[in-house]
């Protein structure tokens, strides 16, 4: 059994899917950034690290801000126009 979706759900997902595509793109790009000039400048920044010293390695502080670009980018996934299609379709049906 096939699930009807309209042409509208399908190009959402698509549109979706893609943007979800530029977010990873994003965060991988960010992360790699944001860890080099970190990694390179732990000693000039005694404010985030006041031991004097970072604890983590490398690869932990990628995937932590990896986390962070993530989080901070998923503001571009339009939810809410999923949603409001959803209901459309659902008091519509």
Do not use: H, R
Request: aromatic share 18%.
């Amino acid at each position: 059994m096939e699930n009807k979706v309209s042409k509208n759900a399908k190009m959402i997902n698509v549109f979706v899917i893609f943007q979800m595509i530029i977010q990873l793109i994003f965060s991988f790009f960010g992360a790699t950034v944001l860890t080099i000039w970190t990694d390179t400048t732990d000693q000039d920044m005694w404010y985030l690290y006041p031991k004097g010293e970072a604890n983590e390695s490398v690869i932990a502080m990628w995937f932590l801000t990896f986390g962070f670009w993530f989080i901070n980018l998923m503001y571009f996934v339009p939810i809410s126009l999923l949603t409001s299609l959803d209901m459309i379709s659902c008091i519509q049906g």
